[in-house]
């Protein structure tokens, strides 16, 4: 497994923009296919994006298309999450989770390692 630490949630208005980072231990990073949940309050936790290992194939949640792009850095073993355009309804907890496989999934179980999480709050 990994170690996984998110950092760049916060507040901001609709309409803005924030940049989530997620920083992860180990010499295999490119190993990894990664993704971001994220869990609402109230509500089950769910998929953001998730990006393979060599950074060439991305996956996103219908919810999500077009305003938020998922990245890795393998040379410093991060991923990212450039969030554009929020919205009141992408209020929630941020995860950064780790899938030891090549092949992408958008499934919550499948993912072995997970970060803490960090807090997005979009006010309207």
């Known amino acids: 497994q990994v170690q996984l630490v998110e950092a760049g949630g916060g507040l901001v208005q609709a309409g803005g923009s924030l940049r989530l980072s997620c920083a992860a231990s180990?010499?295999?990073?490119?190993?990894?296919?990664m993704g971001w949940f994220r869990q609402p309050p109230g509500r089950e936790r769910e998929f953001v994006a998730a990006i393979g290992g060599n950074g060439n194939t991305a996956y996103y949640g219908d919810s999500v298309k077009g305003r938020f792009t998922i990245s890795r850095d393998n040379a410093v073993n991060r991923v990212y999450l450039q969030m554009n355009n929020l919205e009141p309804e992408d209020t929630a907890v941020y995860y950064c989770?780790?899938?030891?496989?090549?092949?992408?999934?958008?499934?919550?179980?499948?993912?072995?390692?997970w970060g803490q999480g960090t807090q997005v709050t979009v006010s309207s």
């Open positions: 180990g010499r295999t990073f490119s190993s990894y296919v």
């Open positions: 989770a780790a899938r030891r496989s090549a092949i992408i999934t958008i499934t919550t179980n499948m993912y072995d390692s």
